[in-house]
């Protein structure tokens, strides 16, 4: 059994330091404990605003939305106080890798920390959408394909809080290849950070379908390899543009167990059951005895 919570935030603006941000994190942190939890999700960069509603060329500019270290000096008091608290969480930022020869490498990254406090596990998020360059014409930008490379590890998953414990972040979570490279490994709880504009430039006649797709993806993803997902957003109107809220956590039912009822900053609490997982993993969806792989091997064949 565990104890999670979904921590939506509402938005982050452009002024707003680490420093707001962490105090935000830590009086989530702080509710979540106090109802329970043993583990609390933040959602996809977590400690800025989406900043890749803005295209820059300048690189200075660009990273200094980047963190460096992890924890940092901004981030230190709310590893502490997890630590303090016995509460692990799963935070999404924005990494700057620098390597010895001086290559640079700009990651959307989350991590999970244990409730002592220390890193087990990191993902690079995988899909990245939007836009390289900037496209003026939109009412806002999102070029996240020009602030960040995907990352190179892809999806693994990590033995933490009883459980097998996986990772995703927003756009990943449309991707059915996401849940099932984890269900393949045994994944019993994805957690998966989000920023949803709930206006979508390219098609907007999906604009209204933010919410059901949002369910739809996270619902389907935890049914078909019999795992929970915790999905939580950073939503809200955020420099004025309206973000998708609907945080919630998904049983390997398809079931919604917990939703965030607002837009802003709220922990919604479930109490999880991961044996349960095995009611689908040896049922319905007992990979090695009813997947048929051979039929399969187009979807992972490298594209052109
Ligand atoms: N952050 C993120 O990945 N957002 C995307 C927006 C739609 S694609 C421009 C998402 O999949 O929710």
Not at 166 to 181: H, K, L, S
Request: hydrophobic share 40%.
């Amino acid at each position: 059994m565990i104890t999670v919570g979904a921590a939506q935030m509402g938005p982050i603006e452009k002024e707003d330091t680490r420093s707001d941000a962490v105090d935000r994190l830590v009086a989530l942190l702080e509710d979540g404990a106090s109802r329970g939890c043993e583990l609390v999700v933040f959602p996809e960069l977590a400690l800025t605003t989406f900043f890749p509603r803005w295209f820059t060329d300048d690189v200075a500019e660009m990273e200094s939305w980047f963190e460096t270290e992890m924890p940092g000096p901004e981030t230190a008091r709310l590893f502490e106080r997890a630590a303090e608290l016995g509460v692990g969480f799963c935070l999404g930022y924005a990494e700057l890798v620098v390597l010895e020869d001086g290559t640079r490498h700009r990651y959307n990254t989350q991590i999970l920390v244990e409730r002592d406090g220390s890193v087990v596990g990191k993902y690079r998020k995988v899909h990245i959408p939007g836009h390289e360059h900037d496209e003026p014409g939109r009412p806002f930008q999102h070029a996240e394909r020009h602030y960040f490379e995907p990352g190179p590890e892809g999806f693994d998953v990590w033995d933490a809080f009883g459980g097998v414990v996986g990772m995703a972040i927003c756009n990943d979570r449309r991707w059915p290849e996401t849940y099932r490279v984890m269900g393949l490994k045994g994944v019993e709880l994805v957690l998966i950070g989000y920023n949803t504009p709930l206006h979508y430039d390219p098609d907007p006649q999906q604009n209204a379908l933010a919410g059901f797709h949002n369910n739809l993806v996270m619902s389907s993803g935890a049914y078909q390899n019999g795992t929970y997902v915790v999905g939580v957003a950073k939503g809200g109107i955020e420099a004025g543009i309206e973000s998708l809220a609907q945080s919630a956590i998904f049983a390997p039912s398809g079931q919604v167990v917990a939703q965030c009822i607002t837009t802003g900053d709220e922990v919604a609490v479930a109490r999880l059951d991961l044996d349960f997982c095995s009611f689908y993993k040896e049922t319905v969806f007992d990979f090695d005895r009813y997947r048929v792989p051979k039929h399969y091997r187009s979807i992972s064949q490298e594209k052109d």
